[in-house]
């Protein structure tokens, strides 16, 4: 089991920054992939930025490519992602989730909201 606690979200005008960060415990050394996923009202549940524990190569959704960074301290067990130039299109419910090995089961955390509002 693993358990992820998530927090930085909050409100944020159009052009603003934000940083979250997502600590994770318990089982921690089966932790293979760790990311931000997010969820709109009425949208499904989509992909921000994902980075694998040993080549930390990351990916990113094309709508946050240039704005968006995803870093993950592997001593601390977080993962982080800095946002940069949001916009109103950003604003959604923001998850972070693991994958871990052997399985590739999933782990979420409770999710952090976003608002990027003038």
């Known amino acids: 089991q693993v358990q992820l606690v998530e927090s930085g979200g909050g409100l944020v005008q159009p052009g603003g920054s934000l940083r979250l960060s997502c600590k994770a415990s318990?089982?921690?050394?089966?932790?293979?992939?760790m990311g931000w996923y997010r969820q709109a009202p009425g949208k499904e549940r989509e992909l921000v930025a994902v980075?694998?524990?040993?080549?930390?190569?990351?990916n990113y959704a094309d709508s946050v490519k240039g704005r968006f960074t995803i870093s993950r301290d592997n001593a601390k067990n977080t993962v982080d992602l800095q946002m940069n130039s949001l916009q109103y299109e950003d604003t959604a419910v923001y998850f972070c989730?693991?994958?871990?090995?052997?399985?590739?089961?999933?782990?979420w955390g409770q999710g952090t909201q976003v608002t990027v509002s003038s």
């Open positions: 318990g089982d921690i050394f089966s932790i293979n992939t």
């Open positions: 989730c693991v994958h871990v090995l052997p399985g590739w089961a999933q782990y």
């Open positions: 980075v694998s524990r040993t080549r930390g190569s990351t």
